[in-house]
Structures are given as structure tokens and as C-alpha cells.
């Protein structure tokens, strides 16, 4: 079955940085476009990143030139650098197969001011 698990949350001072992975398994993983979503309290699940097959990439306008996505297909792995990051980005961060229907656990992250 399909299994995705987050790991790398946690509580930063505003301006830190963080990386999370995401670890896939029970998918042809170098054939699927995979993505970062993000839910803060009390808010919808939005887009963060997306990386395609190809390692094309595709940021929300919140997190351009903070966030970075990238795969490693050896390993099944997508990984969310953040940098610069802002209270604001406070939020449980999911992994996603943008083609399937899974959501990993989640991965919590906070930003102090």
C-alpha cells in the first residue's frame, strides 16, 4: 500500500531555517510529480511546492526564493528546504503524490517571532 511519512518539523526562531523528507513507498516514485502541502490552524490545506517527474518545480507565491523542493529518486525521497523562515509559515506540513488520493501524518512546524 501507499505509505508516505514525514519527518524534519519542529520550532525555529523567525529567520531559521528547516528541511523536511518525505519518504515514499508503494508507488512508482521517479513517475510521479510529488508535493508540499501545508494546513495552519484554523485554515485550508494549501499548495506549497510541487516537484514533476522531470524535477520541474512549482512554488506558491508565499514561499518563492525561501523554499526549495527537490527529489531523490534513489531513494523514494522528497525533501522541502525552508530557509528565511516567518511566523507565518507556522503549520503542519504534508507530503502528497500529486496523482493519489494519500496524505502522510504531517510534520509540525513552527516559527517563533
Known amino acids: 500500500q501507499v505509505q508516505l511519512v514525514e519527518s524534519g518539523g519542529g520550532l525555529v526562531q523567525a529567520g531559521g531555517s528547516l528541511r523536511l523528507s518525505c519518504a515514499a513507498s508503494g508507488i512508482i516514485f521517479n513517475a510521479n510529480t510529488m508535493t508540499w502541502y501545508r494546513q495552519a490552524p484554523g485554515k485550508q490545506r494549501d499548495l506549497v511546492a510541487s516537484?514533476?517527474?522531470?524535477?520541474?518545480?512549482v512554488y506558491a507565491n508565499s514561499v518563492k526564493g525561501r523554499f526549495t523542493i527537490s527529489r531523490d529518486n534513489a531513494k523514494n525521497t522528497v525533501d522541502l528546504q525552508m530557509n528565511s523562515l516567518l511566523p507565518e509559515d507556522t503549520a503542519v506540513y504534508y507530503c502528497?503524490?500529486?496523482?493519489?488520493?494519500?496524505w502522510g501524518q504531517g510534520t509540525q512546524v513552527t516559527v517563533s517571532s
Open positions: 502528497k503524490i500529486l496523482s493519489q488520493p494519500y
Open positions: 516537484i514533476s517527474a522531470d524535477g520541474r518545480t
